[in-house]
């Protein structure tokens, strides 16, 4: 007989993956979902304390990879990083996507469980409840490129005060200056002599290291450059799990921010293009966009061709990742690089490492290409 999954459990009571996982591990709910749930799992005999003690009691090897799209080019070099790692290591990977989908997340969460993987790097969508039965099952657990967008969900974030170029300092061209910026987006106290941080509710965050690149820096450098080229009117296309960005940008533009140009997708290509095209329609007047990541700038590229604004004379574009076909664009596309293969090879590191010193999360720099999709303002 098939034994019953986390999955059969949630379609059984009439809820999701991720309120199981929650009831199961001791997380909130309310009396009667927690009541449904625990019956249900009794009638179907799951049984998910003893996977836990599989994960306590004996390492059966392996390592699991979540990402967002297994399409995005981005996402394929960090796995390439991660895979390299590991097969230098001796370790299998299991690959999933979990598009964007905190359920479906949560899901692939439990299957790794259930096949006693006690490693995963994960570029999270889900909220801390999402990753809290992980970690009580003693799973060891990287985010890598973003952290999970629940406050309550940030990990530690690198260490001002550690040499350049090391795990938890800055590494080269990342300033302390940046390093405060992040840790106040993150709600993280500030350097000292930072300016402070706006008040945010306390949080009980998840005690998992993180390998991520100075979002902050990159979007600030992109302003700048297009300010200095005279534009005054620059929108920003953002989609899911970017919050850093977005906040980035505001603060960047300075002042009160036009709310209506900033504008988002869901996280489809379908979504990304109607959100740049209405953009283009509704604000005729902006002169530079900047897209917060490789399948944003897709859109815009051709929601800007069928609309017939030419790049750059009418609109400067600036995206996020620095992918093959940007640079073979017409014009070829100014960037925010940032390095997405050593992102994946720093995470799977983290990842291997053992012991019961927890390792410090790493900050990777960006640097922006400068090609030929942005010009001056006329």
Known sequence: MKRATIK??????????ATV????????????????????????DYRPSALGRNLRQQRTGGMGLLLPDLTDSFYGQLAEGVLACARSAGEPVVIGSTADDPEQEAELIGMLLEQSVDRVI????????????????????????????DPDAAPAV???DAEPGTEGGALSGVSSAALSELMMLDGVGALPGARPAAPRPAARPLDVPA????????????????????????????????????EAFRQAVGGVPDEELIVFSDGSRDS????????????????????????????AVLAARELDLRVPRDLSVVMYDDVPWAELCSPPLTVIA????????????????SGSRRPRSVLLPTELVIRGSCGPRL
């Open 8 to 17: 059969d459990v949630a379609e059984a009571a009439g809820v999701g993956v």
């Open 21 to 44: 996982s929650r009831v199961l591990s001791g997380g909130s709910a309310s009396p009667e979902t927690r009541e449904r749930v625990l019956a249900v799992a009794a009638q179907l």
């Open 122 to 149: 994960a570029v999270p969508c889900g909220d801390a409840d999402t990753w809290r039965p992980a970690l009580k099952a003693g799973m060891n657990v990287v985010f890598a490129d973003r952290l999970p967008p």
């Open 158 to 160: 690198p260490d001002p």
């Open 211 to 246: 390998v991520l690149t100075d979002d902050r820096s990159g979007i600030r450098t992109a302003v700048q450059y297009l300010r200095g080229l005279g534009h005054r009117r620059i929108a920003y296309l953002g989609g899911p799990g970017r919050e850093r960005r977005v």
């Open 272 to 299: 990304a293009y109607a959100a740049a095209s209405g953009l283009f329609q509704t604000r005729p007047d902006l002169t530079a966009l900047v897209a917060g990541g490789n399948m944003l700038g897709e859109a």
């Open 338 to 353: 940032q390095p997405a293969r050593d992102l994946g090879y720093r995470a799977a590191e983290l990842v291997l490492r």
